[in-house]
């Protein structure tokens, strides 16, 4: 499910690609070792990284110098509901089917690996129905000619093949376990995106790459596939710690994310259809 931990995530990601366009292991656009984090900055710290000291004990002086802070936090007291969407269940990650399989008279091969999840369905004269799944092929094919046999029918099983002494028809699908979601909340936060600089000139220059860049998308993807809405609120700019070196700029945005169920959904092979007659009483029953 989507989490505001998330939201913050993809925003502090954001910044760092703002921040660093060429990669982490390339200088960024101020020239200087930045630190992005989630969350609120120490004020120890934070003093340190400004005055350009380490955290030894006593500080030393830093060999590359000051050390720009941007914080993401969401703010307290800003998450609200909103409009709520009746969703549909949704797939978010499909049935993985690895294997393939042959049948030829009554016999089944099946060849490479199982995927997690993944089972193999007989339905067998158009009267019993075997499903099962397995560790390997080899232990999935055991557990259908168990399974056969406990319904009556002669079975055996190799690594590889299964032998079913069906009457007239032999019927083989393939199956898998998916993921399926479904949107039970809707929510906003506002997160605030803060740059904390040592001067004026580099607070500007970080804060207004990281403000373009979040705005070149307002709909993003979540780790779990549902969107998010991204929107510019206000900015703030705190001069009150010049005397401790410290500009401060707030860009902040609200979010609207959703919180989505996940549950596990698996591919239908068989179907049993019942005709009735008024009054209920089931006069034919069909297994396809």
Known sequence: MADLSDVTAYLAQATAA????????QPSI??????????????DKLDRDMAGLTDDNPPQP??????PNVSVFPMPG???SVYQILDETYVISPAAIASAFAVSGNTITVSGQIAAGEFLTLVIDDAAVCSQSGANAAAMLAALAAEAQSKGYAASATSTT????????????????AVMGKVTHRQRQSVMVTVWAPTHALRTTLAAAIDNWIKRANKVAMPDTSQAVVTYSRTN??????????????????????TVEQFPGYTITSTQVSIAKPGNAAIATALT
């Open 18 to 25: 703002a921040v660093y366009p060429n990669g982490a292991s």
């Open 30 to 43: 101020a020239v200087l070792d930045c630190r992005i984090y989630e969350g609120w900055p120490l004020p």
């Open 62 to 67: 830093r060999a590359n110098g000051v050390v």
């Open 78 to 80: 800003t998450g609200v």
């Open 162 to 177: 299964l032998t079913v002494s069906a009457g007239h028809s032999l019927v083989v699908r393939q199956g898998g376990r």
């Open 237 to 258: 700019v705190i001069d009150e710690q010049q005397s401790a070196t410290i500009y401060r700029r707030d860009l902040i945005y609200d979010v609207e994310y959703a």
